[in-house]
């Protein structure tokens, strides 16, 4: 059968006559075309489906995420040179992080938090304009951020005009601003950023703005195999998605010395298996 159902060559119990007049007419045919390759050979519908169902299979596939370079195994006489900014629930896993690699001499971990700093405005500091100095003054091979407590209520300046939390704007723009903290510390030397996400919070609305700055740093850990985004807030939430309070400080938002380790673990764990400093 031919691929539109109609019969073509086979003709059941014809004489040497008729079969050698279908010859001729087709050979005729042919002629008259003049010449040309001759005609495929029919196919079943079996090989129709076949070849139709091939060249879906053959359809271009996404362009896979480039695979980052291997990073060298730090050691005690060198080891790893670690940048860890960001705003003041920040500043206890930074500590944590440095009592961690004091006892196995693999990092050296600079501390630079700032309370009640923000992204959305360069009040108490400007972050992008210190974190460039940060790089600037001496060996960086790991960056280290987290910011975005205190973000969600302020508005922020975009084409000219002021945005607030939760418009695409104001979103798209905190999200621009992740991605050129993490950009500024790659250009500066640091060989892989790692951006740790904002904790579950005491009331609910709070915390649905906290696993929507997540979202917006995941994203931007996304735009470069370089960055890699570290999840707090399950980490610092019970089995059953609620608050755990025994890992906060008393007002519900920073951490007790528990708490903040357990951060600095999480973090120190995916600086390990990247530096392989097992």
């Known amino acids: 059968m031919r691929e539109d159902g109609r019969q073509s060559w086979a003709t059941p119990a ?27 050979a029919p196919k079943s519908a079996a090989a129709s489906s076949i070849a139709s169902s091939s060249v879906a299979v053959a359809s271009p596939s996404p362009t ?23 705003d003041s629930l920040a500043g206890m896993p930074a500590i944590m992080l440095q009592q961690l ?24 500091t400007d972050w992008p304009a210190r974190v460039e100095q940060q790089m600037n003054a001496g060996r960086t091979d790991v960056g280290v951020f987290m910011i975005g407590a205190n973000d969600t209520g302020m508005p922020m300046i975009v084409d000219g005009g ?7 704007k104001w979103l798209d723009e905190y999200e621009r601003r992740a991605k050129k903290i993490a950009t500024i510390m790659l ?7 790692y951006w740790v996400g904002m904790p579950i919070m005491p009331d609910s609305g709070e915390s ?13 850990a996304r735009s470069s195999p370089d960055v890699v985004y570290v999840d707090s807030y399950d980490l610092l939430s019970k ?27 999480a973090l120190w764990n995916a600086i390990k298996k990247d530096w392989q400093a097992l």
């Open 14 to 40: 014809a004489g040497m006559v008729g079969v050698l007049a279908v010859i001729l007419v087709a050979v005729a045919v042919l002629a008259g075309c003049g010449g040309g390759s001759p005609a495929p």
């Open 187 to 193: 250009h500066g030397g640091a060989k892989r950023v």
């Open 162 to 168: 002021s945005t607030w939390y939760p418009k695409k």
């Open 101 to 124: 690699t004091a006892e196995n001499r693999l990092a050296k971990v600079r501390a630079d938090f700032v309370e009640s700093s923000r992204l959305t405005y360069g009040e108490p």
């Open 208 to 220: 649905a703005k906290m696993r929507k700055l997540n979202e917006l740093f995941e994203n931007a």
């Open 64 to 86: 896979p995420t480039p695979t980052p370079p291997p990073l060298d195994k730090p050691t005690k006489k060198d080891p790893l040179r670690v940048y860890f900014g960001g």
């Open 239 to 265: 089995k059953n998605g609620d608050f755990n309070a025994a890992l906060r400080s008393g007002d519900g938002v920073h951490y007790t010395n528990e708490g903040a380790m357990v951060v600095a673990q």
